[in-house]
C-alpha cells in the first residue's frame, strides 16, 4: 500500500523477455528438437512458446549465441531501423545519440561512422564515455550526467546543430535536443527510458515548437513492424560487418537466472555498460 | 519595465504580414503597374517590395481578393500541404483539427470532409462549434474551454482514437491528443498558438512516449518549403472547389489599419470568427 491508500495486486506471472534458446520438443515442423532459435521467452529455464510470431531460427551459430538478444537480434535490428529506415542518413550528417552504450546506442554510432557522419554519444558515466570514444569509434561524448546545462553542452558539441538525433531517454534530453536541431532534422524515436518509471510523469518536453520552426520530423517506431527486413539487415548489413571485425559490440553479462532481477533494476541507473545479457544455461 | 526589473527596449519597425496589393511602381518586369499581387507586405498603405521571392501574382480576380490573405493564399496552401502532403490522408479515417475555424483549421476539416474522413474540429466558443458543424460541415465540434477533461472529451468524440491531428495549438491539447491517437497516426504541426507569447513556457508535453507505443509520425512544416506546389494547388484545388460552391471560407473583416493592433491582440483570446482579415485600402 502507498502513502495515497491505493492497493496494487500483482499476480505473479513469468516475465517476458528476447532470449536465445535451443528447442527440445516442438510440434511444429518448422521448428525440430535441436534448433536454436531467438525470439521473446520466458525469464525461466524452459519455456513454453506457443506462438512463432517474432521467433528467428538461428543460422549463423558461429557467433556469439547471446549476440541475437543483442546486435544480431532485436536491438540491432532497431539500431538499423530507426537509422537507416526512419531517419534517412547522408554521409556528412550530425548524428547524436542518447544512451549511446546501450544495445542501440553503440550500434547507432557505428553505423553512423560507417556512413560517414560526424557522431556524438551521450552516457552516463566517464567509463561508458571512454568506450563511446575509444572502442566505438564516436567522434566524441559526453556525460549528461555532470552536465547541468545540457542546451549548453549540445552547442558545444554541435556548433552546427544536430541532423539525426536517435532518442532513447526522453525528459530534458530532448528538450535540449529540440533547441539543436537543424532544419528538416530526424528525430527517431527509440524509446524514452527516462519516462518508463515515473510515478507522476515529469515537467514534460517544452520546446516543442521547434518542430514547426525547423521542420522536424520526429517518429515513433517499434522494430516488430519492419519483420520483413529483418532477414536483409542480418544477411546483408549485421553478420558481414560483425565478421570483418566493422563493428564492435560490448555486452554485460550476469551469471544466473537469480541475478536477473539486479540486472533489470540496474538498467535504469545505468549500472550496465554495454548490451545487458543474463547467462541462464550455457550449452 | 516589467516587474522582475527588466527593461525592454523595441526598436520601431514596420509589421510585416500577408497582404493583397496592386503594384503602384515597378521596376521589375515580371511585376508591371496594375499587376494585382499577394505576398509579404507591410502594415502600411504603401511598401517598397524589395524581394520577389514568396510573391505571387493575382491570375484570378474573379474571386474576393481578401481570399488571397486566406483560402488561395499562406493559410490555404497550409492546409492542403499539412493534410494532404504531410498526413497523407486515407477515405474514412479520422480527423481531429484543432483552432478548427480559423483560415487553416476551416479548411483542413473541408478537405478531410471531401475526401470522406470522419472529422471533429475544437474552437473556443460556441459560435463556433455552430459554425464548424453547421457551415463547414464537420461531423462534430468541442468547445474546448468548456472540458475540464480533454483526454475525456476526445474519447467521447473519437472512440475508435484518431488518425490525423492538425496540431494549430499545442499545449495541453498535444498532451490529450497524443493519448487518444490511432497506431500509425501522424500528427502535422502547422503552430502551437497556446505557446506563442509565454513569458516562461508552460507546463510541457509529457505524453510524448505514445510516439514509440503507437508509432506516430510527428512533423513540422512550414508552407513556404512547398511553394513549388503552390500552382497546383491554387489552380487544380482550391479554385475549382471554391467556384464550384464545395468549400466555404468565412472572413472576420476589420476596418482600417488603425485596427490592425487589436484585431492581431484579439487573435491570441480567440476574438476572431474565421480568417482575420483588415481592410486597408479598398480600390
Redesign the interface.
Known sequence: MNCTGKIKVFTPQTITGYGVAKIVDSSNPDFKKGDLIWGLTGWEEYSLIKSTQGLFKIQNADLPLSYYTGILGMPGHTAYIGFYEICSPEKGEYVFVSAASGAVGQLVGQFAKLLGCYVVGSAGSKDKVDLLKNKFGFDDALNYKEERNLDAALKRYFPNGIDIYLENV?GRM??AVLLNMRVNGRIA????IS??NLEH??????????????????????VF?YYNLYPKFLEMVVVPLVKQGKITYVEDVAKGLENAPNALVGLFSGCNVGKQVVVVASE
Open positions: 526522453g530532448l528538450d524515436v527509440c524509446g524514452m519516462q518508463y510523469p515529469d515537467e514534460g518536453t517544452r520546446n516543442l515548437l521547434c518542430l514547426v520552426t525547423k521542420r522536424i520530423r520526429m517518429e515513433g517506431f517499434l513492424d
